[in-house]
């Protein structure tokens, strides 16, 4: 069945140290989206990347899609306290774009 | 504002009964979803929900149930509870799909720690 794998499950980092989380699907996607969860909290939609290659920022955060739509990296540059959460990536489920399947997410924390 | 909401935050059961997890939102939209949540895990699909009176199996579908009888809610039954489903339990909505490539953000509501014991 499809498959999407996330790495590192754990990041530790101190504040002002970058962040890279990777996912890798067993199938191309047509699409990707990233979600963070703060602890205690829900997943909050963060984007969506849709072309081969693409790239998208937000502020401290990168978001890329491989040219085979296969994977897709969250990189965070100097992270700060307030990026300590859970990042998921999730694709869609059997080709359905309206379900989603999500990777088993990378907990980040940060030390100040 | 638009929103999703759970009911209820937290609930203890015993092994064996029957509990309901609520679900509403005032997104009006189509699309429901049920998701558990278990270190490891990630979240994982248990049902979801296309339009009033649709209802669909996901990953984990064995031990719950779903109906869906009008646009703002879509309640989640565990006939009965195993503490194999001691988890927390998580709501989201989404608009009917974009079509082509993209696929609808969905929304998560505040989520319900249920323990099973």
């Known amino acids: 069945g499809q498959q999407v794998m996330q790495i590192p499950q754990y990041q530790h980092v101190q504040e002002g140290e970058d962040f890279t989380t990777y996912c890798n699907s067993s199938?191309?996607?047509?699409?990707i989206q990233w979600y963070k969860q703060r602890p205690g909290g829900h997943p909050v939609f963060l984007i969506q990347l849709v072309k081969s290659g693409e790239v998208k920022k937000q502020k401290r955060l990168t978001f890329q899609f491989g040219e085979a739509k296969k994977n897709s990296s969250l990189h965070i540059t100097a992270t700060q306290t307030t990026d300590v959460g859970t990042y998921f990536c999730?694709?869609?489920?059997?080709?359905?774009?309206?379900?989603?399947?999500f990777g088993t997410g990378t907990r980040l924390q940060v030390f100040p | 504002d638009a929103e999703i909401t759970q009911s209820p935050r937290h609930k203890i059961t015993e092994t064996g009964r029957q509990v309901t997890l609520a679900c509403h939102q005032t997104?009006?939209?189509?699309?429901m979803f049920w998701y558990r949540q278990d270190l490891g895990h990630g979240l994982r699909l248990i049902h979801y929900s296309y339009g009033v009176h649709d209802t669909n199996k996901g990953e984990v579908s064995d031990g719950y149930s779903v109906s869906r009888s009008n646009t703002e809610d879509l309640p989640l039954t565990l006939e009965s509870a195993a503490s194999s489903q001691t988890s927390v339990y998580f709501c989201?909505?989404?608009?009917?799909?974009?079509?082509?490539?993209?696929?609808?953000?969905?929304?998560f509501g505040p989520g319900t720690r249920l323990t099973v014991l």
């Open positions: 997104w009006n939209h189509n699309n």
């Open positions: 199938t191309t996607l047509s699409n």
């Open positions: 999730a694709v869609p489920w059997g080709g359905n774009t309206d379900k989603l399947i």
């Open positions: 989201a909505s989404s608009a009917a799909g974009l079509g082509g490539s993209s696929t609808d953000t969905q929304y």
